[in-house]
């Protein structure tokens, strides 16, 4: 097969390079997509950061794609060439316990896009047929492509914390994820919805997507505020930044018997008391990872029936040659970006 342009990692805190390669052939089960768009998400900054290795150098991050089948091998029956797609970004075998039980993102023999294997900022890319799936018809590239990471990211963190229909809901950071958590929240029903941010101008688009409450962390302690706000707390609080004071606050935000669940990637030691944030006031500290393969027709469904509008998440655009000044605007939030996209 032809080569095709892609933007590869050697070395961390260094630029990528934009080189030839090649990709594999195409097996019996096997889909070639033309990558229309990619997303840039804080997992690829950390990576070129050097905040986690990837399994191999060079390799070409990006988990975040959307394209067009160009390709199929003869056991494709479920996608035709020109369908609209996205891709899975999470690679699980499908026969381990975590996989039998609706657990795969927990797959002990799971593989990443960006981490294992070659990910989306090319031109095209080949991938198993398990992990395509069609877009919904009134969606476009930009938005399909960080539905398989952002969206989905936080669609699966809603449902592991169980919100349900008048609770209060917190988010700590309007990022990418954080601002779906807001959409989210409100599709789910939540009565308050509570956006924690130091970023005016994102707390002001927060307000648009949903947020009853915006809290700015410029101006004062952001517990307390969130505590007066809401009479006590919330009932599910959702860290979207990944650091320790963010992690801890989170907890402090959640009224006795709530949920706090981390989402945002930390790398650090959090020091909490169990006894005193967790146990006195029964608050149940949940670890979100990534989703599972179930809820992406469930997210399809939403976003067809026009419950869930991602107009707006997309902030940002460059072409795949400008992908350095894309991871720039991504590490140094350059411009108050919610996602950044690339389009090959």
């Given at each position: 097969?032809?080569?095709?342009?892609?933007?590869?990692f050697?070395?961390?805190?260094?630029p990528?390079?934009?080189?030839?390669?090649?990709?594999?052939?195409?097996?019996?089960?096997?889909?070639?997509?033309?990558?229309?768009?990619s997303?840039?998400?804080?997992?690829?900054?950390?990576?070129?950061n050097?905040?986690?290795?990837?399994?191999?150098?060079?390799?070409?991050?990006?988990?975040?794609?959307?394209?067009?089948?160009?390709?199929?091998?003869?056991?494709?029956?479920?996608?035709?060439?020109?369908?609209?797609?996205?891709?899975?970004?999470?690679?699980?075998?499908?026969?381990?316990?975590?996989?039998?039980?609706?657990?795969?993102?927990?797959?002990?023999?799971?593989?990443?896009?960006?981490?294992?294997?070659?990910?989306?900022?090319?031109?095209?890319?080949?991938?198993?047929?398990?992990?395509?799936?069609?877009?919904?018809?009134?969606?476009?590239?930009?938005?399909?492509?960080?539905?398989?990471?952002?969206?989905?990211?936080?669609?699966?963190?809603?449902?592991?914390?169980?919100?349900?229909?008048?609770?209060?809901?917190?988010?700590?950071?309007?990022?990418?994820?954080?601002?779906?958590?807001?959409?989210?929240?409100?599709?789910?029903?939540a009565?308050?919805?509570?956006?924690?941010?130091?970023?005016?101008?994102k707390?002001?688009?927060?307000?648009?997507?949903?947020?009853?409450?915006?809290?700015?962390?410029?101006?004062?302690?952001?517990?307390?505020?969130?505590?007066?706000a809401?009479?006590?707390?919330?009932?599910?609080?959702?860290?979207?930044?990944g650091?320790?004071?963010?992690?801890?606050?989170?907890?402090?935000f959640?009224?006795?018997?709530g949920?706090?669940?981390?989402?945002?990637?930390?790398?650090?030691?959090?020091?909490?008391?169990?006894?005193?944030?967790?146990?006195?006031?029964?608050?149940?500290?949940?670890?979100?990872?990534?989703?599972?393969?179930?809820?992406?027709?469930?997210?399809?469904?939403?976003?067809?029936?026009?419950?869930?509008?991602?107009s707006?998440?997309?902030?940002?655009?460059?072409?795949?040659?400008?992908?350095?000044?894309?991871?720039?605007?991504?590490?140094?939030?350059?411009?108050?970006?919610?996602?950044?996209?690339?389009?090959?």
């Amino acid at each position: 097969m032809a080569g095709v342009l892609a933007a590869r990692f050697y070395e961390q805190k260094k630029p990528l390079r934009l080189e030839q390669v090649e990709l594999p052939a195409i097996s019996e089960d096997d889909v070639l997509i033309d990558i229309k768009a990619s997303g840039i998400c804080h997992s690829d900054v950390h990576l070129v950061n050097g905040l986690f290795p990837p399994a191999r150098v060079p390799i070409t991050p990006g988990h975040e794609i959307s394209g067009v089948v160009m390709e199929k091998g003869k056991n494709v029956t479920e996608l035709e060439i020109g369908d609209r797609v996205g891709v899975d970004y999470v690679f699980n075998c499908g026969t381990c316990y975590y996989c039998r039980n609706g657990m795969d993102n927990l797959c002990d023999n799971c593989k990443y896009l960006l981490l294992n294997l070659d990910g989306g900022w090319a031109e095209k890319i080949v991938v198993p047929k398990r992990q395509a799936h069609r877009l919904p018809s009134n969606l476009g590239f930009p938005e399909g492509a960080i539905m398989n990471c952002a969206v989905m990211t936080a669609y699966h963190a809603m449902k592991l914390a169980r919100v349900s229909v008048a609770e209060r809901v917190g988010v700590y950071g309007i990022g990418g994820i954080g601002m779906q958590i807001v959409r989210l929240a409100k599709v789910f029903g939540a009565s308050e919805i509570v956006a924690v941010g130091r970023n005016e101008e994102k707390l002001k688009l927060a307000r648009e997507f949903g947020a009853t409450t915006t809290v700015n962390t410029s101006e004062g302690d952001p517990v307390k505020m969130v505590r007066d706000a809401t009479g006590g707390g919330v009932d599910a609080a959702f860290e979207a930044i990944g650091t320790v004071d963010t992690v801890k606050r989170t907890i402090g935000f959640v009224r006795k018997g709530g949920r706090a669940v981390i989402i945002g990637l930390i790398f650090d030691n959090v020091p909490i008391s169990p006894g005193v944030d967790l146990m006195a006031p029964e608050i149940k500290l949940l670890g979100s990872s990534d989703h599972v393969k179930s809820e992406t027709p469930e997210v399809v469904s939403l976003i067809e029936n026009g419950r869930l509008d991602l107009s707006r998440s997309v902030s940002h655009k460059f072409p795949l040659t400008q992908v350095n000044e894309g991871i720039r605007i991504v590490d140094e939030e350059i411009g108050n970006p919610i996602r950044v996209v690339l389009e090959p």
